[in-house]
């Protein structure tokens, strides 16, 4: 880890910096893999379809270039990531590489909900990481989850209140106690899900992974697959075999299929009641002619498109009841 001893507090400046911690090590970090010279990326600045974002050297020093947006060195690079000012830039910085200047810690501002998407474009030899520091449960977190009738004892070992999320190794947010942010974790993988925030999902989870296999009791013949963590935990609060996949477009793949056939007889998919979601439950149904699937959609005149709004707005006896009523 970088460090400073003995400096006395005045005014950080770009060239301070660098003395301390390489510009290819600051574009590394924050874009979260390993790049490569001049090879177009999809810009992490903005919404962007063709990759058009690349690093290039001027002199000695790492540039980055944006062809619809910016070009500019490794500070201003993470001063438009986080939309925030030099200064806040410099400080953010210095918290993340640990190099000690006495300046103002960064995390204050980041608890005003400076975040950015979890960006690992395909092909990355080098995958972005998390890890997180866990708390209990606050009261707001209990208050949430209370909607939807679910006890930390529901929650235990399956859900994690997030104090601290930490990307490859360095302090990426802090969050205050009345901010919800919560992690799923599977393996050494988690999901971040962050209801009130713009970016609700940060995840470093493979497309394929399966959330939920380990809670399985096998009593009933029937599994409901669902593509929503929060679904599965309602549904196995009602006594429901659950797994959830990591999204609607995601067919739990060949080899989970073929070890769950072994232990129940029917499947129910239990996708969301929109057009997206009906769409994936029959191209799931058709993946697997020779299982028995079945599309498990909530009706259309219930005014919500999944399970555990349905609790939300009604209560758990009644969710289970219409359940019971579609299998």
């Given at each position: 880890?970088?460090?400073?001893?003995?400096?006395?507090?005045?005014?950080?400046?770009?060239?301070?910096?660098?003395?301390?911690?390489?510009?290819?090590?600051?574009?590394?970090?924050?874009?979260?893999?390993?790049?490569?010279?001049?090879?177009?990326?999809?810009?992490?600045?903005?919404?962007?379809?063709?990759?058009?974002?690349?690093?290039?050297?001027?002199?000695?020093?790492?540039?980055?270039?944006?062809?619809?947006?910016?070009t500019g060195d490794c500070i201003m690079?993470?001063?438009?990531?986080?939309?925030?000012?030099?200064?806040?830039?410099?400080?953010?910085?210095n918290d993340n590489f640990s190099l000690g200047f006495p300046i103002p810690?960064?995390?204050?501002?980041?608890?005003?909900?400076?975040?950015?998407?979890?960006y690992i474009p395909s092909g990355s030899d080098i995958d972005t990481y998390f890890q997180i520091k866990a708390r209990k449960f606050t009261k707001k977190d209990l208050s949430y989850w209370s909607n939807y009738e679910l006890e930390p004892s529901d929650l235990?070992?399956?859900?994690?209140?997030?104090?601290?999320?930490?990307?490859?190794?360095?302090?990426f947010k802090s969050y205050k106690d009345d901010?919800?942010?919560?992690?799923?974790?599977?393996?050494?993988?988690?999901?971040?899900?962050?209801?009130?925030?713009?970016?609700?999902?940060?995840s470093t989870l493979k497309a394929d992974d399966i959330m939920g296999l380990d809670c399985l009791s096998f009593k009933d013949n029937f599994l409901i697959i669902t593509s929503s963590d929060k679904d599965r935990l309602v549904l196995n609060k009602m006594g429901f075999d659950a797994i959830n996949t990591n999204g609607e477009t995601v067919i739990v793949n060949e080899n989970y299929m073929s070890i769950l056939n072994n232990k129940y007889d029917?499947?129910?998919?239990?996708?969301?009641?929109d057009l997206t979601g009906k769409y994936y439950s029959k191209r799931f149904v058709k993946k697997y002619p020779n299982y028995n699937i079945k599309p498990?959609?909530?009706?259309?005149?219930?005014?919500?498109?999944?399970?555990?709004?349905?609790?939300?707005?009604?209560?758990?006896?009644?969710?289970?009841?219409?359940?019971?009523?579609?299998?």
């Open positions: 880890m970088y460090s400073i001893n003995n400096i006395k507090p005045r005014k950080v400046t770009k060239k301070e910096i660098l003395k301390y911690v390489r510009s290819e090590d600051i574009f590394r970090y924050y874009l979260g893999f390993n790049y490569e010279i001049n090879k177009l990326y999809l810009s992490p600045l903005r919404e962007d379809h063709n990759p058009s974002f690349n690093l290039f050297y001027h002199g000695d020093e790492l540039f980055y270039k944006d062809f619809g947006h910016s690079f993470v001063s438009n990531l986080y939309n925030i000012s030099y200064f806040d830039t410099i400080k953010l910085i810690s960064y995390n204050k501002i980041i608890s005003k909900n400076k975040v950015i998407k979890n235990k070992g399956k859900v994690y209140s997030v104090s601290k999320l930490y990307k490859n190794g360095y302090l901010e919800l942010a919560f992690a799923y974790v599977k393996d050494n993988r988690i999901k971040i899900y962050q209801p009130e925030s713009r970016y609700k999902f940060l029917v499947f129910f998919i239990n996708y969301d009641n498990l959609l909530l009706p259309d005149n219930i005014m919500v498109k999944d399970i555990s709004d349905y609790v939300k707005l009604n209560n758990l006896k009644k969710g289970k009841e219409l359940i019971n009523k579609l299998l």
